[in-house]
């Protein structure tokens, strides 16, 4: 028999770490919740010989139905009616923590607690009475601390031992006062009433949702012969309450959450902690953003510098591999596997080190807690441009790949702001456009070449910023919505919490390079080396170039450049590999040396900024796909792209011809 | 005693809430986060000043949680001063 | 609430110093390194060199960090001075990015000496301790100060 166990909490209680410390990672399952952009995690184990099945809720702060996540949870629990539920709750947060359990215990789940971060409770001076707190609720509760692995195996008996009993035991049910109490009664008559609700639904739930006038409840009673009957119930015990009962309803829950822990928690004096401490400089009127240019810094400088030797050490293993093919017997398989899959490949998966240590950095700022505190600083900014301080950390994993980045934008809440992070996503300069820049700067540039990769930087920034502005101004009017963050307490971040959040992320690229990639380079291999023997001009690839061409002319880029860039469109960092077959040459001093000798600086800064900002690879067009929902939204990103690069390409062209550099 | 924004409370100040002068989403997005009528919040930091139109983001400790807001909201929340 | 004035007073200048030493370092990698930021490769003062080996290394960013750093520690001293508790504060963070940019610099030796070992191109030249730059030793130096400072029980409240 296979029991299903929701896990469910707030935001930073730990939830994540319980799951993937209950469930081996090899036996977790990512998906979408259907029809949904959140994220669905669940997952099998076994424990004391009972098959568990664990499904990993949304964090969320209530169960409304205003926000998708917040609903794909409380549909699960009432639709699906899993036998157990475990709250996890943050054991040094604990008042807030319990106002959601009244919430799950309205919708009649089999609640279990994990009172979790107990170890944090106990260093701020809480004393807390599990045995009366228990009582109270009516639950069973188990004190963990998860990043321990303390209490966990006694939370999965009890998970056992609550599944097991579900049917023998009557739900507790909390009294919310005669007032309200009578109010919910007289609704519950009415439903009662009808035949299909009571059977679907809890009914004391229903009739407190209804009260609380929430939409997706009302919805569900529209069918109802008694639609009209409960209208005027509602109506009529709206009025019995005095005030909105929304609020009143939440004022009781919070007296009531301050009743019980009266009697189970003592709060010691208050400690001075290491939280308070570091917010002190963290969040300084003054010195918090230097503070934080320096940590971003220092971390870009460990994922870009740390990682070149790694890098070398990838892309010489697949040069010899590739080397090694040249000796298959079949010409075109040679050129298949050698050209094509290790050259292709090969030179991209070389990226991977710098990608994922940059993740890891980020992952561990994420994971001590201090990345809350940099999207505050940067909300007061990102506020003036029109942006929501959470856009703060998709813009700033686009740094590594767009993938993941856009990815992230699940959790800004407002629809516009969401879209519009999204759509300027992709000008921020992703890993990938890096060896374009480093092989044309290079090239070109001497002594000042790292500046000018540094400007691609600064320029994505800039472009992104102003069209986020635009876009604010005339498509996607409107304020940002507000913005309200909870900033976790400080904590030591793990080493294996952080490797695990960095391979999270570090995966999606990797995906991209198995599929998009490995499917380019095949691609672009093809239509280069056929017709087989023709020189470049003829190939395929040269023919759709030179049918382009007069499209760029302005911007000085030949059908050369033009076909590289089609086929950039792939990913961008074939552009390379693309100059390379088709000036027929090898390696990248080679393909330096070509482009010096057929083009100018002024072209080679234009090819930069044109790779940096237009039409995003495929796979971040897919991705956008898929978190917008909508193609007119990714075709308009699309466009916006092709014409920002133009753009910037001309004025680049229009300055460097007129300084002379031409 | 008065009712004042939150926005003007100075840092170190505790005040009591009572009431939220917005639509019915933002005061529930509140309510969720621990901001109900009687709570007490303590200021943490502070970016804003008693200026209006002059100031940043607050943060603020409420039911054992700190919270970080734009001032935008931070006007919004009617607190009562309580002593120390 | 507070601790002992006079010990204030003693972290106050230590956290002086430690400030005022990264500072300085900072402004000299932005002298050096000017050069390569404006491409002319002529910096406003040379290479500062000892024995052969480069001491201050030409990083204008890298320059940048290290006077916030110092910065951090800076602010920390009026407070410190009053023994005002919160003073310690900025002691804390500013050995915390300390330790962080010693931490980078000390993996990115690390990284070249791998580079270095298997003799790929760009590695060919690079000797250990030009990677030995002030974020590291300065952090080194400020060390042992700070563990006192922050366990010593006489020193605490």
């Given at each position: 028999m296979v029991y299903t166990v929701a896990l469910i909490g707030n935001p930073n209680v730990g939830k994540s770490v319980i799951f993937n410390s209950i469930v081996p990672g090899a036996r977790q399952h990512v998906g979408n919740?259907?029809?949904?952009?959140v994220e669905k995690k669940e997952g099998k184990c076994v424990h004391k010989g009972t098959e568990l099945k664990i499904v990993d809720l949304p964090g969320t702060y209530s169960l409304t139905a205003r926000a998708v996540d917040e609903l794909v949870s409380r549909n699960y629990i009432v639709e699906?009616?899993?036998?157990v539920v475990v709250h996890i709750i943050d054991a040094s947060n604990i008042e807030r923590n319990l106002y959601f359990t009244f919430l799950l215990l309205e919708l009649e789940a089999n609640v279990v607690i994990a009172l979790n971060m107990f170890d944090v409770a106990k260093e701020k001076g809480y004393i807390i009475d599990v045995k009366q707190l228990s009582k109270q609720l009516g639950v069973p509760i188990v004190p963990t601390v998860a990043t321990a692995n303390e209490g966990l195996d006694k939370l999965k008996d009890e998970i056992v031992y609550a599944a097991q009993k579900m049917c023998h035991v009557t739900k507790p049910k909390i009294n919310y006062g005669q007032t309200i109490e009578d109010a919910i009664d007289s609704v519950v008559r009415i439903l009662?009433?009808?035949?299909?609700l009571p059977q679907k639904y809890p009914s004391r739930w229903l009739a407190i949702k209804l009260l609380e006038n929430d939409n997706d409840v009302l919805e569900k009673i529209k069918?109802?012969?008694y639609q009209s009957e409960l209208e005027g119930g509602i109506t009529k015990s709206t009025e019995a309450l005095g005030d909105e009962p929304e609020f009143v309803l939440a004022d009781k829950r919070y007296d009531l959450v301050s009743d019980i822990l009266a009697t189970s928690l003592v709060k010691e004096a208050k400690k001075w902690t290491i939280t308070d401490m570091l917010d002190k400089v963290f969040i300084?009127?003054?010195l918090g953003i230097p503070v934080f240019i320096a940590l971003f810094w220092a971390m870009f400088r460990f994922a870009y510098d740390a990682s070149a030797p790694f890098m070398e050490i990838i892309g010489l293993f697949f040069e010899s591999l590739a080397k090694a093919s040249?000796?298959?017997?079949n010409e075109v398989l040679a050129s298949f596997i050698g050209d094509g899959i290790f050259g292709g490949l090969g030179f991209i998966l070389t990226f991977i080190p710098p990608i994922f240590f940059l993740f890891l950095g980020i992952s561990v700022l994420e994971d001590s807690g201090y990345l809350a505190r940099a999207a505050f600083i940067m909300d007061r900014i990102m506020f003036k441009l029109g942006?929501?301080?959470?856009s703060f950390i998709p813009m700033l994993l686009g740094f590594g790949c767009n993938v993941p980045a856009m990815m992230a934008t699940?959790?800004?809440?407002g629809e516009k702001d969401r879209l519009i992070t999204l759509l300027v996503n992709?000008?921020?300069?992703?890993?990938?456009?890096l060896p374009v820049y480093i092989l044309i700067a290079g090239a070109f540039f001497g002594p000042m070449a790292t500046t000018a990769v540094w400007s691609m930087y600064f320029l994505g920034i800039i472009v992104a910023i102003l069209l986020a502005l635009l876009l604010r101004k005339t498509l996607l009017k409107g304020e940002p919505a507000p913005f309200i963050m909870e900033l976790p307490l400080y904590k030591a971040p793990t080493f294996r919490a952080s490797v695990i959040h960095m391979w999270e992320r570090g995966v999606q690229f990797l995906k991209k390079a198995g599929t998009y990639l490995l499917a380019g380079a095949i691609i672009l291999w093809f239509l280069s080396t056929f017709?087989?023997?023709?020189?470049v001009e003829l190939s395929y690839t040269g023919q759709i170039g030179q049918a382009l061409a007069p499209l760029f002319a302005p911007l000085g880029f030949d059908w050369r450049i033009v076909a590289s860039l089609v086929f950039a469109l792939?990913?961008?960092?074939?552009a390379v590999e693309a100059l390379g077959i088709i000036y027929a040459v090898e390696g990248e001093t080679a393909i330096a040396g070509a482009l010096v000798a057929s083009y100018n600086p002024v072209i080679g800064y234009a090819l930069m900024a044109f790779t940096l900002l237009y039409i995003p690879c495929v796979a971040t067009i897919g991705t956008m796909k898929k978190e917008s929902g909508s193609w007119k939204w990714t075709i308009f990103q699309v466009v916006l792209t092709l014409v920002v690069a133009y753009v910037v390409g001309l004025v680049i062209t229009g300055i460097g011809t007129a300084l002379g550099y031409a | 005693m008065m009712e004042i924004p939150l926005a003007m409370l100075p840092v170190g100040a505790k005040g009591k809430i009572t009431r939220i002068r917005g639509g019915r989403g933002l005061v529930r997005r509140l309510s969720d986060m621990?901001?109900?009528?009687d709570a007490e919040v303590t200021v943490?930091?502070?970016?804003?000043?008693?200026?209006?139109?002059h100031g940043g983001p607050l943060v603020v400790e409420v039911k054992d949680s700190r919270i970080a807001f734009g001032r935008g909201i931070a006007v919004k929340i009617m607190v009562q001063e309580v002593d120390n | 609430m507070g601790f002992n004035k006079n010990v204030g007073t003693e972290i106050a200048v230590y956290s002086f110093v430690i400030g005022i030493l990264y500072a300085i370092f900072g402004i000299l990698e932005i002298l050096v390194g000017w050069g390569d930021l404006i491409g002319t490769?002529?910096?406003?003062?040379p290479p500062l060199e000892l024995a052969g080996v480069?001491?201050?290394?030409?990083d204008v960013f890298g320059g940048i960090m290290l006077i916030i750093i110092g910065a951090v520690y800076l602010t920390g001293v009026k407070q410190q001075a009053k023994g005002?508790?919160?003073?310690?504060s900025f002691l804390l963070v500013g050995s915390f990015l300390a330790a962080i940019f010693f931490g980078v610099y000390l993996v990115i030796m690390l990284a070249n000496g791998v580079g270095y070992i298997f003799q790929f191109e760009d590695w060919?030249?690079?000797?250990?301790l030009d990677d030995l730059r002030p974020g590291i030793w300065l952090f080194l130096l400020a060390l042992p100060g700070t563990y006192l400072a922050f366990t010593k029980k006489k020193w605490r409240e």
């Open positions: 919740w259907p029809g949904k952009t699906e009616k899993p036998d009662k009433k009808d035949e299909k069918g109802s012969k300084h009127k003054f040249a000796g298959i017997p942006l929501h301080g959470r699940r959790s800004i809440e992709p000008f921020i300069s992703c890993g990938a456009r017709p087989w023997g023709a020189e792939l990913a961008k960092e074939i | 621990g901001f109900t009528r943490v930091c502070s970016h804003s000043s008693p200026n209006p139109g | 490769g002529v910096s406003i003062i480069n001491v201050v290394p030409p005002e508790r919160e003073g310690l060919l030249e690079w000797i250990w």
